[in-house]
């Protein structure tokens, strides 16, 4: 029996909590439809994320995501804004529709604009929540806090190098200074290096010899070709054992002993 009435009791909340919330989401859909064109009526469903939808959206992540506590400090403060929101909807719209009836005085233009502004001001708060929420990951903290403390290292580290600059610079100087005494004398130190004492003359251009010139006469090269060649004359043969030194064609003498 006790079993039971706990499922009563739970059916009960659903249908007190739904039906309720159903009603205010319907009533806060009326008043944003109201500020819409008639062709864009089905924006309004998503202006409800920002009061009924909302609450439970932020309801469901701190019971199930939210980690640390800026992540469910976060999601509670949204579930509160948004069901505080959803309140002050429904209720500018009942006073709105019952103006309109008749039942009592009808809303002013100014108090209609400050209900629009505060409409979109909720918008715009669930929108900063979630990106407040995503910097809330212990990541994300982890990640900032090691940054900042390199980023503090660094800072006093250049502050050491500034404050201590000069000093290292004088220790430093009469080091520089003899080591450029070195190299400008290496590099400049005789007058043959700077360029001095030494001269170039000019060498006077020398004219090319002159070709000979070739004289071509007509005349003259008809004597040429019209005058005899000498014939080559064969040279006389001689055998070799009648030459002298071999060379000469008398014969030898005969030895008279």
Do not use: C
Request: proline share 5%.
């Amino acid at each position: 029996m006790k079993a039971l009435f706990k499922f009563v009791a739970l059916v009960a909340f659903l249908v007190i909590g739904g039906g309720l919330l159903v009603y205010a989401a319907s009533r806060s859909l009326d008043f944003v439809q109201t500020t819409l064109p008639s062709n864009d009526q089905a924006l309004g469903y998503f202006a409800l994320l920002a009061t009924s939808g909302g609450m439970i959206g932020w309801l469901l992540v701190f019971l199930y995501r939210a980690d640390g506590i800026i992540q469910r400090g976060t999601a509670l403060l949204m579930v509160l804004i948004d069901f505080l929101g959803e309140a002050a909807l429904f209720t500018m719209d009942t006073l709105y529709r019952s103006g309109e009836n008749g039942l009592v005085g009808q809303m002013t233009q100014d108090e209609i604009r400050m209900v629009i502004l505060g409409m979109s001001a909720l918008i715009a708060i669930n929108i900063f929540a979630t990106i407040v929420f995503e910097l809330g990951r212990m990541e994300v903290l982890k990640e900032i806090a090691e940054g900042a403390a390199r980023d503090l290292v660094m800072f006093k580290a250049l502050a050491r190098i500034e404050k201590d600059s000069e000093t290292v610079a004088d220790e430093m100087m009469e080091d520089i200074v003899n080591q450029w005494r070195g190299n400008f004398r290496s590099a400049f130190g005789s007058a043959d290096k700077l360029g001095l004492g030494q001269y170039q003359t000019k060498q006077q251009p020398t004219e090319p010899a002159a070709k000979p010139k070739i004289k071509f006469s007509l005349p003259s090269l008809i004597r040429r070709w019209k005058k005899p060649h000498t014939p080559i004359t064969e040279t006389e043969r001689v055998p070799v054992e009648t030459r002298v030194n071999g060379h000469s064609p008398t014969p030898p003498e005969e030895n008279p002993t």
